[in-house]
């Protein structure tokens, strides 16, 4: 991870919209969410919801997958921890020992 990826992960994140959707999605899990279900239940307009979906897309924080004649949406949690990962890298002079442990799913896999 590098700085212009951080950047652009925490820019499409900077905006009220985008981050209740991707906190939805974050929620919802690895089944993800469908646009329908998201529209309803965060009342956002389809319009709005797919430029927003569009931006967290190209920022790589959440992918889509066509099953049938839906588009399930997905976090990418690999990316997300990858992204606190690099916030943390230098926490306490690389030491880390002021962090809390991270849950399971924000867990970096190992290089």
Do not use: W
Request: hydrophobic share 45%; with cysteine.
């Amino acid at each position: 991870m590098n700085d212009e990826q951080v950047i652009k992960a925490l820019a499409a994140l900077a905006h009220p919209v985008r981050l209740t959707v991707f906190r939805a999605l974050v929620a919802a899990g690895p089944q993800g969410l469908v646009p329908s279900v998201m529209q309803e239940g965060l009342g956002i307009p389809a319009p709005t919801l797919s430029f927003h979906l569009k931006e967290l897309s190209a920022a790589g924080l959440i992918a889509s997958e066509r099953e049938g004649r839906s588009l399930i949406y997905r976090p990418e949690f690999e990316r997300m921890a990858a992204v606190l990962g690099y916030l943390l890298a230098n926490c306490c002079q690389g030491g880390g020992s002021c962090l809390p442990a991270l849950p399971s799913c924000l867990k970096a896999p190992s290089p």
